[in-house]
């Protein structure tokens, strides 16, 4: 019976890991992450997840004709610099924040109405002797009136 216990409880924090982990995630990205969009008005749409030390993110996102965005990538600090990409749908890069003094956010208009790839990769850390670090990662757009 005791054993059942321990199993079920183990079983539970399980299940609920990953849901408080989300939580937390949801927080990060409304507090630290969104007044970042500003004096953008954001979509409407949280995209996070928890990655780690290797991981990329890829998310396809609809862009409307004669509309200004702002697009922000933002991370939890444990993570470092975050390498912040955006591709049209053949591939084609149209910005890497590598060669943008590491930029967080791209700002521009959209001339035709599209669909956009960004991705986001948490570079490795070569030096660093600790287990793999983990951390919330964002994707936020905003649009201007």
């Known amino acids: 019976m005791k054993n059942a216990l321990y199993t079920l409880l183990f079983l539970s924090f399980l299940v609920g890991t990953p849901l408080a982990s989300n939580a937390q995630c949801k927080?990060?990205?409304?507090?630290?992450?969104?007044?970042?969009l500003e004096p953008y008005v954001h979509n409407g749409q949280l995209n996070s997840a928890v990655l780690g030390e290797g991981d990329v993110a890829e998310l396809l996102l609809t862009f409307y004709s004669g509309q200004e965005y702002r697009i922000?990538?933002?991370?939890?600090?444990?993570?470092?610099k975050l390498i912040f990409q955006v591709f049209d749908t053949d591939k084609n890069l149209l910005f890497d924040n590598t060669k943008n003094n590491m930029s967080n956010t791209?700002?521009?208009?959209?001339?035709?109405?599209?669909?956009?790839?960004?991705?986001?990769?948490?570079?490795?850390?070569?030096?660093?002797?600790?287990?793999?670090?983990?951390?919330?990662?964002?994707?936020?757009?905003?649009?201007?009136?």
């Open 72 to 80: 922000n990538i933002c991370g939890h600090p444990s993570l470092g």
């Open 27 to 36: 927080n990060f990205t409304k507090t630290t992450c969104l007044p970042n």
């Open 106 to 145: 791209w700002d521009f208009k959209s001339n035709i109405t599209q669909q956009l790839i960004v991705r986001v990769s948490v570079p490795e850390e070569k030096n660093r002797s600790e287990m793999n670090i983990t951390g919330c990662v964002s994707i936020l757009v905003g649009f201007k009136e």
